[in-house]
């Protein structure tokens, strides 16, 4: 194995640019650690917003990355062989220690999902963070197989608001979703609705009485107002931040309309989801589900990569490879 990887480094706080490709030691193994050969790694807001310096405990430099796909490179757990595929998500990656923008990566144990599949690294990479907070979502919202309702997507084309309505869709609910841009309409199924930052409309001529679930994926720019579009006694979720973190001034009681119920999730719930993945892989294998890959960089365009997301040009999800 060589002693030198290469790493995107986030050097400080700042614009894509702070983003450096270096050499760097390949990480030594330590008890209860992994050290996993990065094929690739998906890209998420949560490492935009790192990189810009809203991650107040995060420290830099740092190999940002909260999720990676590759093979067992050497491990301290017997249960994983030189060579495994595996996946990884969450768990402080990125952010507490040295994450996926990487050749290597060395990773808890208990974050190692070990997997089969059949599907190319570039497609795999797409699926983790993304399938497992679309599945946790619809789950913390109550839908799931043979579930009857209608749901609304807040940020439809973005990766988990895709998957969100494939696996929604799979369930037998009517689904919903919103864009703010027209060109990118063609990419979602169901009920189309235009997000120009006005009144959602077209909403009130499809479900007069509301939909029964909101999964608000723009986050902090839109949730108050997906708690008024909700029937009353429905449920928001917010599972995204793709409009930032912080909804400012929020008043529970004067914003949350009697018997409506507001709650959230957060990928990390579902770290070392084995069996999920797994079912998701699977189920992607068979045609059920996609994986929405909008387009792969190479580690070198990393900056590239990060201007593409952070200008909404993305439809789906973007990978990064080494």
Partial sequence: MNKMMRAAVCVRAGGPEVLEIRELPVPAVRAGWSLVRVQGAGLNRSELRTRQGHSPAV???????????????????PRLAEGTTVAAVMGEMGRAFDGGYAEYAL???????????????????????????????????????????RLLIRGGTSSVGLAAASIAAGHGVEVAATTRSPAKAGLLTGHVLIDDGGPLTGL???????????????????AVDSLRLVRRGGTVCVAGSLSGWIVPD?????KIPSGTRLTAFHSDDLKGSTALLQR??????????????????????????????EDDRAAGKLVLVP
Wanted: with cysteine; charged share 15%.
């Fill in 59 to 77: 420290r830099f430099p740092r190999v940002l990355g909260i999720e990676c796909v590759g093979v067992v490179a050497a491990s301290t757990d």
């Fill in 107 to 149: 990773l808890p144990n208990p974050l190692l999902m070990p997997v089969t599949t059949t599907l190319p690294w570039t497609v795999l990479a797409a699926l983790p963070e993304t399938y497992l907070t679309a599945w946790g979502a619809l789950d913390a919202l109550g839908i799931g197989p043979g579930t009857a309702g």
């Fill in 204 to 222: 009130p001529e499809l479900w007069p009485e509301g939909p029964d679930w909101v999964l608000d994926l723009v986050g902090a720019r839109t």
């Fill in 250 to 254: 929020f008043e529970p009681i004067a």
């Fill in 280 to 309: 998701i892989i699977g189920e992607v294998e068979a045609g059920t589900h996609r994986a929405g890959v909008d387009r792969v960089f190479p580690l070198d365009d990393v900056a590239a990569a990060h201007r593409y997301l």
